[in-house]
Nanobody, 126 residues
Framework: QGQLVESGGDLVQAGGSLRLSCAAS????????MGWLRQAPGKDREFVAA????????YYGVSLKGRFTISRDNAKNTVYLQMNSLNPEDTAVYYC???????????????????WGQGTRVTVSS
């Protein structure tokens, strides 16, 4: 339910940081778990991070904990992905996704995606 619009993708040097934003319209963000997925050139879609409807629980993909942080501001109807220590393997189109439920257990969100946005491109140079 609703539309998701990602922003914040950019060209950045290795070791740098970016913050992606996902603005939701047409629905109440607090009612849904949210997540981020990415797809690198020539590779399959990969789960990045997820957060419960309340923001109390988070879940991260393999090898991403400590570098990426997902957060949400339900008052602004927005979800964020803070990306630090970026490397060229992080180059991808990043997609925001909404789960079908509020998902108190964030680990269930990757298998409960109901909608997603058009993506924002992140390019990390060596």
């Amino acid at each position: 339910q609703g539309q998701l619009v990602e922003s914040g993708g950019d060209l950045v040097q290795a070791g740098g940081s970016l913050r992606l934003s996902c603005a939701a319209s047409g629905s109440t963000v607090s009612n849904y778990g949210m997540g981020w997925l990415r797809q690198a050139p020539g590779k399959d879609r990969e789960f990045v991070a997820a957060i419960s409807g309340s923001g109390a629980a988070t879940y991260y993909g393999v090898s991403l904990k400590g570098r990426f942080t997902i957060s949400r501001d339900n008052a602004k109807n927005t979800v964020y992905l803070q990306m630090n220590s970026l490397n060229p393997e992080d180059t991808a189109v990043y997609y925001c996704a909404a789960a079908r439920t509020s998902a108190g257990n964030a680990a269930t969100i990757p298998q409960d995606i109901g909608s997603w946005g058009q993506g924002t491109r992140v390019t990390v140079s060596s």
